[in-house]
């Protein structure tokens, strides 16, 4: 089974700054990769999939980055809206999801 | 409107059995894989089960392999999730999710329903 760790776990930061997470699977899964961005009782938002393709509706700020074994999430500056939980997920064999980095205000 | 309706869940006793639906509206359902995904109190994401389009293919992951079944009704535009053999760390909100790719039967998940909360308990 392919493991994906997540880091930091939890990250503090203040609206404008840039933030970034890093996701790293166990093995490598090319570009099959992708973020979700979820807020308290509410069901998980696709950001970003195949790595770095942006869905559709999401702001420009979101960016992803990586192949292989080493990911990342960018949030260019950082808006009130966007303080939640941000999971990865790997869609190369089966699926496997991070265990999350909730960002939260500083 | 692409919508995901969730419903079936409820409390059951260790050992019991439960059956969860998922009503899909507003994309051609057959086309497109179909999953399970759900999330313990205060835990993360975890990936339950997926069926693919039209094959009729499933997966499912090594918690629930032999315990839960995945199935579909296309006419129905329905997904389903037999558990059986419920234990307690089964306790988890479970939402039904859309594949993003109709060619893949693994793939990001593009639509997410709210969930149904599944609790087991004595």
């Known amino acids: 089974d392919i493991e994906m760790t997540q880091s930091p776990s939890t990250l503090s930061a203040s609206v404008g700054d840039r933030v970034t997470i890093t996701c790293r699977a166990s093995?490598?899964?090319?570009?099959?990769l992708a973020w979700y961005q979820q807020k308290p009782g509410k069901a998980p938002k696709l950001l970003i999939y195949?790595?770095?393709t942006l869905e559709s509706g999401v702001p420009s700020r979101f960016s992803g980055s990586g192949s292989g074994t080493e990911f990342t999430l960018t949030i260019s500056s950082l808006q009130p809206d966007d303080f939640a939980t941000y999971y990865c997920?790997?869609?190369?064999?089966?699926?496997?999801f991070g265990q999350g980095t909730k960002v939260d205000i500083k | 409107e692409v919508q995901l309706l969730e419903s079936g869940g409820g409390l059951v006793q260790p050992g019991g059995s439960l059956r969860l639906s998922c009503a899909a509206s507003?994309?051609?359902?057959?086309?497109?894989?179909m999953s399970w995904v759900r999330q313990a109190p205060g835990k993360g994401l975890e990936w339950v089960s997926i069926?693919?389009?039209?094959?009729?293919?499933?997966y499912y992951a090594g918690s629930v392999k032999g315990r839960f079944t995945i199935s579909r009704d296309n006419s129905k535009n329905t997904l389903y999730l037999q558990m059986n053999s419920l234990r307690a760390e089964d306790t988890a909100l479970y939402y039904c999710?859309?594949?993003?790719?109709?060619?893949?039967?693994?793939?990001?998940?593009?639509?997410w329903g709210q969930g149904t909360m599944v609790t087991v308990s004595s």
């Open positions: 999710a859309k594949v993003g790719e109709g060619d893949y039967d693994f793939y990001a998940f593009d639509i």
């Open positions: 507003g994309f051609t359902f057959s086309s497109y894989a």
């Open positions: 069926i693919s389009g039209s094959s009729g293919d499933t």
């Open positions: 093995q490598t899964i090319s570009s099959w």
């Open positions: 195949q790595a770095s």
């Open positions: 997920q790997q869609y190369n064999s089966y699926a496997t």
